[in-house]
């Protein structure tokens, strides 16, 4: 898996090389774009939600995901008969706010579409990534998962195993009631919605169901059409090395009468879930996130452990902080300290989120609330620290200390003294 | 700054770094009182305690003369840190080493090693955050007889991370591992960087897992060609 | 425009287009396709096109799909199409082969000026066969989508 994130990170950084004259200054271009939405965000709201009716789509807003779901199970069993079908585009919005689970129980036949989201749903299984969900699965392991589904004879051939899915799949888009994805983007401007993709499925899961619903985040927000080239470039770039994605879907609204494919009805599930919340606090930056996962490939904490260990939705830089920000530190403060603070996950950011400084800011909020503990008593520490003698009493006395067993010692030997003390040499000194 | 880390383990380091000054020109003072800028509380996050020991830092450092310390991460305490903590002013600006040889003392050559040496080099993640660039590689390039070898992800963390090493002692480790395999497939014998930190975590790593691998500070090599 | 400048604009497009593989055809690598079901826009239907396909109105059935592209993009190898009045979208999506039928006079070379160009109707931008990486992160194209996009240029 360490490979595979190193291989998409060397791809991001050649074609957004080639791409932009110069990255930074897109880079930082983008992150101003989006921190006027997010400044801004009330007014582009209503002007996105204005325009969006005016084309004929339906807004509703949730400020949870239990709202959400309920949102969402509403319009589904309003628009199909029981135990229809419903195809599913890849969204980690809808991954964000479990909704699956409520689509099941209710006796919907939910399919995952995207390629790797299929993969998972058949193994009960979570995406470990945001953008490459099965980064962590190999060949074998999707065949062997494929047999046991009856998808046909076994193999172990990538191109044969997505043959066989595209062919069970197929089936399922022309059976389909209802099509539900996610939003990359929504322009304030024209109301239109913004879908990117590589396979093809998102954008039969939103044509051959007479019902389309999406799900957006509030922050998928960008004021004007002609700020989508830059973001449609630091996307596909930073999250694939691409130069664009195979698909960019620009849906205006239903189809017209017409027409003679797509949805008859477009609703748009405008989702809150904690954002607004955030927005108003001091991780507010968060929310440029456009889900690139770049801060993902270059994290070494990522790479050597996996999405799965983050244990929330949101892995990897963005969920250290994502997830405290919105589920609050006392529940999820401990990731915040998951991270080396190389900097790598800002420096390779598309919209400049300054990752590190926030996640020592949630140390500290975490500290204060007393909902963590380093296991070091530094108030002790910083008594000492202001007398120099003390200190180095203390530090005398340190490695002694050093000698009993402790989490450092358990993977590396201990630091010992070497050579001269140098205040008694310099001391010492003519 | 001699920095907590050289204060209780790594003397010589801070004797090298004194020695590497002199020649370069500059008379060195060091106050007796200094402690530790407060760093380690900052990054786990009591930043009440980072407060005290940053404002003890400032009473004893803080004055005319620039501060040059062997760590990038002291130097980015003082000159990120303290800002993001609050309510702390310091007027003097405090240099990792390399970076003051080269902006402020603009050393331009340096004395041949004895023998010939190869090493490997380590770019320290607060050295990156800095904003000084290939600084100290462009200051090692200056000493005769020394060969410096860029590991093809020099740039890469080495998973110490302060209280990470501790908190995700076993991610640490694999990090850390995983970095010495490079090395060690480098061919590479003598590692070089210019934090402690670093250092001490990786060649406990090493010692642990019977790697014949030497760390060394870039002061150390610099002053041994004197 | 002075016609140099599409040509290399032209140039440019296929260049971009065939390293994600994707092909820029004439009206004559048409005419060779024999026997395969196309399903078709319906003004694509208006069209004087002599080829040995022969009509289906079923996008699933269907070997090749055929529709206009309102322009061409050279920076990426991009298209836009826009489903405006009787278009059938699906017919650039569920046939294995999609062929675009672009106007010569209608490419410009940044994305800027394809988004500048964008009408008021559904449309997408296609740049290249589906793709994906999923399984090992080994490319295999044509996964939902087309697994091969060909472009014609539509010179009268």
């Given at each position: 898996?360490?490979?595979?994130s190193?291989r998409?990170?060397?791809a991001?950084?050649?074609t957004?090389g080639r791409?932009?004259?110069d990255?930074?200054?897109?880079?930082h271009?983008a992150?101003?774009i989006?921190?006027?939405?997010l400044d801004?965000?009330?007014?582009l709201?209503?002007q996105?939600?204005?325009?969006?009716?005016a084309?004929g789509?339906?807004?509703?807003w949730?400020?949870?995901?239990?709202?959400?779901r309920?949102?969402?199970?509403q319009?589904?069993r309003e628009n199909?008969?029981?135990?229809a079908?419903?195809?599913?585009?890849k969204?980690?919005?809808t991954?964000?706010?479990?909704?699956?689970p409520?689509?099941?129980?209710?006796?919907?036949d939910?399919?995952?579409t995207?390629?790797g989201e299929?993969?998972?749903?058949i193994?009960?299984d979570t995406?470990?990534?945001?953008?490459?969900p099965?980064?962590?699965?190999?060949?074998?392991?999707v065949?062997?998962?494929?047999q046991r589904?009856?998808l046909?004879?076994y193999?172990e051939?990538?191109?044969?195993?997505a043959?066989q899915?595209?062919?069970h799949?197929?089936?399922k888009?022309q059976?389909?009631?209802?099509?539900i994805?996610g939003?990359n983007?929504?322009i304030a401007?024209?109301?239109?919605i913004?879908?990117?993709?590589n396979e093809?499925?998102?954008?039969?899961?939103?044509?051959?169901p007479?019902v389309?619903?999406a799900l957006?985040?509030i922050?998928?927000?960008l004021?004007?059409?002609?700020d989508?080239?830059l973001?449609?470039?630091?996307l596909?770039g930073?999250?694939?090395?691409?130069?664009?994605t195979?698909?960019?879907?620009?849906i205006?609204g239903?189809?017209c009468?017409?027409e003679i494919d797509?949805p008859d009805?477009?609703?748009?599930?405008?989702?809150d879930?904690?954002?607004?919340?955030?927005?108003?606090?001091?991780?507010?930056?968060?929310?440029?996130c456009?889900r690139?996962?770049a801060c993902l490939?270059?994290?070494?904490v990522?790479?050597h452990s996996?999405?799965?260990?983050?244990g929330?939705v949101?892995s990897?830089?963005?969920?250290a902080?994502?997830a405290p920000?919105?589920?609050?530190?006392?529940?999820m403060?401990?990731?915040a300290k998951?991270?080396t603070?190389?900097?790598?996950?800002e420096?390779?950011?598309?919209?400049?989120?300054?990752?590190p400084?926030m996640?020592?800011?949630?140390r500290?909020?975490a500290?204060?609330?007393?909902?963590?503990?380093?296991g070091?008593?530094?108030?002790?520490?910083?008594s000492l620290?202001?007398?120099d003698?003390?200190?180095?009493?203390a530090l005398i006395?340190?490695?002694?200390?050093?000698k009993?067993?402790?989490?450092?010692?358990?993977?590396?030997?201990?630091?010992?003294?070497?050579?001269?003390?140098?205040?008694?040499?310099?001391?010492?000194r003519? | 700054m001699?920095?907590?880390l050289?204060?209780?383990f790594?003397g010589?380091?801070?004797?090298a770094?004194?020695?590497?000054l002199?020649h370069?020109?500059c008379?060195?003072?060091?106050?007796?009182?200094?402690?530790c800028?407060?760093q380690?509380?900052?990054?786990?996050?009591?930043?009440e305690?980072?407060?005290?020991m940053?404002?003890h830092?400032?009473?004893?450092l803080?004055?005319?003369?620039?501060i040059v310390?062997?760590?990038?991460s002291?130097?980015?305490?003082?000159?990120?840190?303290y800002?993001?903590v609050?309510?702390?002013?310091m007027?003097?600006?405090?240099?990792e080493?390399?970076e003051?040889?080269h902006q402020?003392v603009?050393v331009k050559?340096?004395p041949?090693?004895?023998?010939?040496?190869?090493v490997g080099?380590?770019r320290?993640c607060?050295?990156?955050?800095?904003?000084?660039?290939?600084t100290?590689e462009?200051i090692l390039?200056?000493?005769?007889?020394?060969?410096?070898?860029?590991?093809?992800?020099?740039d890469?963390?080495?998973?110490?991370?302060?209280a990470?090493?501790?908190s995700?002692s076993?991610?640490?480790r694999?990090?850390?591992?995983s970095?010495?395999?490079?090395l060690?497939?480098?061919g590479i014998s003598?590692?070089?960087?210019g934090?402690?930190?670093?250092?001490?975590?990786?060649?406990?790593?090493a010692?642990k897992?019977?790697?014949p691998l030497?760390?060394?500070h870039i002061?150390?090599?610099?002053?041994?060609?004197l | 425009?002075p016609p140099?400048d599409i040509?290399?604009?032209?140039?440019?497009?296929?260049?971009n287009l065939?390293?994600?593989g994707?092909?820029v055809?004439s009206?004559?690598?048409?005419?060779k396709?024999?026997?395969?079901?196309?399903?078709?826009?319906?003004?694509v239907?208006?069209l004087?096109?002599e080829?040995?396909?022969y009509e289906?109105?079923?996008?699933?059935?269907?070997?090749v799909?055929?529709?206009?592209?309102?322009?061409?993009?050279?920076e990426t190898?991009?298209?836009?199409?826009?489903?405006?009045?009787a278009?059938r979208?699906?017919?650039?999506?569920?046939?294995?082969l999609?062929?675009a039928?672009v106007?010569?006079?209608?490419?410009?070379?940044?994305?800027?000026e394809?988004?500048?160009?964008?009408?008021?109707c559904?449309?997408?931008l296609?740049?290249?066969?589906?793709?994906?990486?999923?399984?090992?992160g080994?490319?295999?194209?044509?996964?939902?989508?087309?697994?091969?996009?060909w472009i014609v240029?539509?010179?009268?």
């Amino acid at each position: 898996m360490r490979l595979a994130s190193t291989r998409v990170a060397d791809a991001r950084k050649y074609t957004l090389g080639r791409v932009f004259d110069d990255v930074d200054k897109a880079r930082h271009y983008a992150a101003s774009i989006k921190q006027y939405v997010l400044d801004n965000l009330a007014p582009l709201l209503t002007q996105f939600e204005d325009n969006c009716r005016a084309n004929g789509i339906t807004v509703h807003w949730a400020s949870t995901a239990e709202e959400a779901r309920k949102i969402i199970l509403q319009l589904c069993r309003e628009n199909s008969d029981p135990g229809a079908t419903i195809v599913k585009g890849k969204s980690m919005a809808t991954e964000e706010i479990h909704l699956n689970p409520t689509l099941v129980e209710a006796g919907f036949d939910v399919v995952e579409t995207d390629l790797g989201e299929f993969v998972v749903q058949i193994d009960g299984d979570t995406p470990s990534h945001i953008v490459a969900p099965i980064i962590h699965k190999s060949r074998i392991q999707v065949a062997q998962s494929f047999q046991r589904e009856k998808l046909g004879p076994y193999s172990e051939v990538p191109e044969t195993l997505a043959m066989q899915a595209r062919e069970h799949l197929r089936t399922k888009f022309q059976q389909a009631s209802i099509g539900i994805s996610g939003v990359n983007f929504g322009i304030a401007e024209s109301g239109r919605i913004v879908i990117v993709e590589n396979e093809g499925n998102n954008r039969l899961s939103t044509t051959t169901p007479k019902v389309h619903i999406a799900l957006m985040g509030i922050e998928k927000i960008l004021p004007r059409e002609s700020d989508l080239p830059l973001f449609l470039r630091l996307l596909a770039g930073s999250a694939t090395g691409q130069k664009l994605t195979v698909y960019t879907h620009l849906i205006h609204g239903p189809r017209c009468p017409e027409e003679i494919d797509g949805p008859d009805q477009i609703h748009l599930v405008m989702l809150d879930n904690g954002r607004t919340r955030v927005l108003n606090g001091p991780y507010r930056e968060i929310l440029r996130c456009i889900r690139c996962g770049a801060c993902l490939n270059s994290c070494p904490v990522y790479r050597h452990s996996s999405g799965h260990a983050y244990g929330h939705v949101y892995s990897g830089p963005v969920g250290a902080v994502l997830a405290p920000a919105m589920e609050g530190v006392e529940a999820m403060g401990e990731l915040a300290k998951a991270s080396t603070l190389c900097g790598s996950c800002e420096e390779v950011c598309p919209v400049a989120i300054p990752i590190p400084a926030m996640l020592l800011r949630l140390r500290n909020e975490a500290t204060a609330a007393g909902s963590t503990n380093s296991g070091i008593p530094w108030q002790v520490v910083a008594s000492l620290a202001k007398n120099d003698r003390l200190w180095r009493a203390a530090l005398i006395l340190l490695p002694l200390a050093t000698k009993l067993p402790s989490p450092w010692s358990k993977v590396r030997s201990n630091p010992e003294r070497v050579g001269r003390d140098f205040r008694r040499w310099f001391r010492g000194r003519p | 700054m001699l920095t907590c880390l050289c204060d209780a383990f790594f003397g010589e380091v801070g004797i090298a770094t004194v020695k590497v000054l002199e020649h370069a020109g500059c008379k060195v003072e060091f106050d007796e009182r200094q402690t530790c800028c407060g760093q380690p509380p900052f990054n786990s996050g009591d930043w009440e305690s980072a407060r005290k020991m940053a404002a003890h830092a400032i009473e004893v450092l803080d004055g005319e003369h620039p501060i040059v310390t062997p760590s990038g991460s002291c130097a980015a305490m003082f000159r990120e840190g303290y800002h993001m903590v609050g309510g702390l002013e310091m007027k003097t600006k405090v240099y990792e080493l390399c970076e003051f040889l080269h902006q402020v003392v603009k050393v331009k050559e340096w004395p041949t090693m004895p023998s010939p040496r190869r090493v490997g080099f380590h770019r320290s993640c607060h050295g990156r955050m800095l904003g000084t660039g290939d600084t100290q590689e462009r200051i090692l390039s200056l000493v005769g007889n020394l060969t410096v070898v860029l590991i093809g992800d020099s740039d890469q963390c080495c998973g110490f991370g302060g209280a990470f090493s501790i908190s995700h002692s076993a991610t640490s480790r694999h990090i850390g591992l995983s970095k010495i395999d490079q090395l060690v497939k480098s061919g590479i014998s003598e590692v070089v960087s210019g934090d402690m930190g670093c250092l001490m975590h990786l060649d406990g790593l090493a010692k642990k897992e019977g790697i014949p691998l030497k760390f060394t500070h870039i002061a150390e090599v610099l002053a041994s060609a004197l | 425009m002075p016609p140099k400048d599409i040509r290399s604009l032209w140039q440019e497009f296929e260049t971009n287009l065939s390293i994600l593989g994707g092909r820029v055809v004439s009206w004559t690598d048409l005419s060779k396709i024999e026997g395969r079901r196309w399903c078709v826009d319906f003004r694509v239907g208006e069209l004087p096109l002599e080829c040995g396909l022969y009509e289906t109105t079923d996008p699933w059935t269907a070997d090749v799909g055929i529709t206009f592209g309102q322009l061409a993009v050279a920076e990426t190898g991009t298209i836009l199409i826009s489903h405006e009045s009787a278009d059938r979208r699906l017919a650039s999506l569920a046939p294995p082969l999609h062929i675009a039928i672009v106007r010569d006079e209608d490419i410009v070379q940044a994305l800027e000026e394809a988004i500048d160009r964008l009408k008021p109707c559904n449309s997408v931008l296609i740049t290249g066969p589906s793709r994906t990486a999923d399984i090992e992160g080994e490319l295999v194209r044509g996964v939902h989508g087309p697994k091969e996009i060909w472009i014609v240029v539509n010179r009268t």
